[in-house]
């Protein structure tokens, strides 16, 4: 191709793709010639667009640019497919997988054209989904589904191996979880000789939930009774399954004073089930063993009595009853204590035979009332019950009452002669001493008085042969109305 100089600027015709020499010549003013090459490349302007992948039988639509130039385009498929379309779209559908080159070649008004290659990879259709639950306690087994698309001719379901994972027909599966934790569950599916080069698959994680721990509402509780799972704080893991949670036992009974029950919180009833527990301590407050309890009273009764030397013809007499036994308090269990102690008078075998009454020593020969008989009595039994509340630390006594002894003093007046005749004569006297006990706080209150003991009386009698008639009074005090100042002592500890 030569240019002419008086035209310095030439269009190149339109040619196929592909690279072109262009040479200029030049004539200068004084008949030299000069020449240039240039190569000039020209390439296709067709662009193609449109989808990369499809599916068996789905239908595409390619798009092909030319750059707005007139002309006609083809399209043309290999391998072999069904592709329609003249100008620059086309549709695309084939129906085996594998890789397809389209080409559309595009020519001008001039004849002039050129061709553009695209590559669709078709696929077969196949989709697979796990239809079951995603959660479940460890030890329980649930059933899983795989559901495959398209329909098939045939199909075939592989379940990758999980321990606990079983494979069933037709897609089905069960999976019982052996341990808490997740576990991320397979699936492939085949779906038919067309495609069995091809296949696809899905996972599902489903998540078996263990106990992480159990705690009672209480330290304790009594005996015979009822709770409910939602009365303990179970936590679980992952949270928020503890309503789902079985407790055993709910109902506790003891036969002891207090017994320590495991409680155990499952994931289910399995051979596999999770479980965490926790001691309740059940406590029986019927059950209640005695105890020892030192207590000593002192015996101000005898004190008047000393005077008249009887003093170890009275005593008194304690007996105990205390038992421990077991409490449920807000710290949990403690030993309580109940019980009581008695007192009572206890008087010697008598009669009992005191120097008595005096008589005048001018009478000493006629009569004789030297010796004085006394009867004791005693009456009386006071109980003071004492307690010691473990859950409140606190030890509390009560109770009253009276101990009384009775002394009661008689003589008969008699002869020392023949000739004496006792008329009438006769001496007595009687007193009262009580002792009062009673708890006051944690001591015992112990007050004393008495009566005065004095014997009384007259005596006559007659003296034969001097005609002597004989009278004369008794009156003699072996000791005076009064009393001890009250004495407190201090009650036993009962929470030792």
Known sequence: MAWSPMAPGRTLPDRPPGDYSV?????????????????????????????????????????????????????????????????????????????????????????????????????????????????????????????????PDSEFYFWTPVDGLTAGANGTASYEAR??????????????????????FTTRDITAWGMASIHPPCPCINTGTTMASDDFTIVTEPAGFQNQALVTPLTFTTGHPSEDIIVTASTSTGPYADTAETTLTVVNENIKTGMSVDISVPNYII???????????????????????????????GTSTDGDFAVSLSVGAGPYTIVGVPIPPKWKDYVAADLLNASLGGSGDVKITGKYAVCDDITTWGGSGDITAEVELASQVTANVPTVIVVNAKVSGSSDITETLGAQGSDLLITTNWGGLTVTGSVKF???????KVKFQVNKTYFEKGGLAPVKIPLPSLNE
């Open 23 to 151: 040479e200029v010549f030049y004539n200068g003013p004084g008949g030299e010639v000069c020449t240039d090459t240039h190569t000039i490349s020209v390439e296709c302007g067709i662009t193609i667009t449109g989808p990369e992948q499809a599916l068996t039988d789905e239908i595409i639509t390619l798009y092909a640019d030319s750059g707005g130039d007139n002309g006609t385009c083809t399209w043309t498929c290999s391998p072999d497919a069904d592709i329609q379309g003249t100008g620059e779209t086309a549709t695309f559908t084939a129906s085996s997988p594998g890789s397809y080159w389209i080409t559309a070649t595009y020519t001008n008004d001039s004849g002039a054209g050129c061709s553009q290659d695209y590559q669709v990879d078709v696929n077969c259709p196949c989709a697979v989904e796990i239809i079951g639950e995603n959660t479940l306690p460890a030890g329980e087994t649930i059933d899983l589904m795989a559901d495959g698309f398209p329909e």
């Open 179 to 200: 341990e808490p934790g997740t576990a991320t569950i397979e699936v492939q599916y085949y779906a038919n000789q067309k495609c069995s080069h091809d296949n696809c």
């Open 303 to 333: 004190e008047p009595l000393k005077t008249i030397g009887l003093a170890d013809a009275l005593d008194l007499s304690i007996t105990t009853s205390f038992q421990e036994f077991t409490q449920c308090c807000n710290f949990g269990p």
């Open 462 to 468: 007659i003296v034969f042969g001097d005609y002597k």
